[in-house]
């Protein structure tokens, strides 16, 4: 199911490595997150190679709604009352710079960048939506409450985030990579220190960023037990009105919606990897419900690692492994919080102080409720008698009919009919 995105592919290709090389820093992953970190680190006069096991912007990247903005699923009053103020003001300023530095890039990368509103909606009763207008305001940004909307959805009132954007993730990738030395088709097999191995040589690096969506390397950082992995749905339909502010449902039916051209994107049915959920079918009903006269002309799905607190981890990979760091766990909001990272990484590989350092390290507390759910399923999925067997850590694979795929409930491995590999965090193709 290729995205809309991937209807015009200009990515260049470049070549895999095929001999041993030396460099200060070493960014293993493609996507939005690793390009950036490469981008950002080269920039301040560093040393970068990319290594890509595939083609980059090749994975989630492609299949991103490319929506930029700090109106996350999060709500501020609640970081507020779970982390403190000081942690949610840091956080909503990190994502509106985050906004601000794609729109100062995108003034050199032609990517059909437009500013627009983000809007947060819900169809329940709107107090804690109104709450949370006067939160972001006291936390410095002018969020507003309306109760209008532009679509004809169950909507009761929304919270409006002016001068936010949206973008072509692809076109700015090619454009964000530019002049940076990157190997694709070159995929790392393991880590010896900062070195890192590959089918067909070496990397010796003085810091490593592992920027794989989903860390690959177990032994350390307990990533498997920190992280689980979301399918969200995609159409694009046309004969649609034109949407000029991007939309997000707070719970509810969980949906998403932005125009990209004549086309209107709608999003939803997430449910977790390797788990039942609404997938295209409740998508299309609701399609079907809301804009009769529509014609679907693109559908596709797409995978966010979530984490056990809402807060992505970016930061040293664990405390036990010095000179390798990590980005992950963006939740659904993959490309502000790619650009966070990427700069939160630059400071601390520079030696400056970042406000979003101790917020984000990877080895904050893990004693919360999602803990237990991820552990409760593992524990459940890996006593399942049956020979289809992830290759990660060897959880037993669900049949996804949507999909057409075997898929991980443990930690979101997906494996086509025949077993090859389609999403990490398993490393090589199933014995299906």
Not at 274 to 280: A, C, F, N, T, V
Not at 395 to 415: I, T
Request: net charge neutral; proline share 5%; hydrophobic share 40%.
């Amino acid at each position: 199911m290729a995205s809309v995105w991937q209807k015009e592919d200009r990515r260049i290709l470049y070549p895999s490595l095929k001999k041993d090389l030396e460099t200060e820093i070493l960014v293993v992953g493609g996507g939005m997150a690793g390009v950036l970190c490469a981008r950002k680190l080269q920039d301040a006069g560093k040393q970068v190679v990319l290594a890509e096991a595939e083609r980059i912007g090749c994975g989630i990247t492609a299949r991103t709604t490319a929506v930029l903005t700090a109106q996350h699923d999060y709500l501020y009053q609640d970081m507020i009352s779970r982390f403190g103020e000081e942690t949610a003001r840091a956080y909503l300023h990190g994502n509106l710079e985050a906004v601000k530095e794609f729109r100062e890039m995108a003034k050199k990368i032609p990517c059909d960048f437009e500013t627009v509103p983000s809007v947060q909606f819900t169809a329940e009763e709107p107090t804690r939506l109104k709450k949370e207008a006067q939160t972001v305001k006291q936390l410095g940004f002018p969020a507003s409450f309306t109760e209008q909307l532009p679509l004809d959805i169950p909507a009761r009132g929304a919270v409006v985030y002016p001068d936010m954007a949206q973008f072509h993730p692809l076109k700015f990738l090619v454009g964000a990579a530019e002049g940076l030395q990157i190997y694709e088709q070159s995929r790392v097999l393991d880590l010896d220190g900062t070195t890192a191995i590959l089918e067909k040589g070496k990397i010796k690096a003085e810091k490593v960023i592992v920027a794989t969506h989903f860390p690959f390397l177990d032994r350390r950082g307990l990533y498997f037990m920190k992280l689980y992995q979301n399918r969200s749905y995609v159409l694009a339909l046309e004969n649609v009105p034109r949407l000029d502010m991007t939309l997000a449902e707070l719970e509810g039916q969980g949906l998403y919606f932005r125009s990209y051209g004549e086309l209107l994107l709608m999003g939803g049915g997430d449910h977790r990897t390797g788990k039942q959920g609404g997938g295209l079918a409740y998508l299309r009903r609701l399609a079907r419900q809301y804009f009769p006269g529509a014609k679907e002309r693109y559908a596709w799905a797409n995978q966010d690692c979530m984490s056990l607190d809402g807060l992505p981890y970016v930061g040293q990979y664990s405390p036990a492994w010095s000179g390798v760091y990590t980005a992950t766990g963006f939740n659904a909001w993959g490309m502000t919080n790619s650009m966070v990272a990427a700069q939160l990484l630059r400071d601390l590989l520079l030696g400056k102080q970042n406000p979003l350092e101790q917020a984000l390290r990877p080895d904050r507390t893990m004693l919360r409720k999602q803990l237990l759910i991820n552990l409760g399923e593992t524990a459940a999925d890996f006593v399942i008698p049956t020979k289809k067997r992830c290759t990660h850590l060897g959880c037993a694979l669900k049949w996804n009919p949507q999909e057409h795929s075997w898929d991980c409930p443990c930690h979101g491995s997906r494996f086509s009919e025949s077993g090859k590999l389609l999403n990490d965090p398993a490393q090589k193709d199933a014995d299906l």
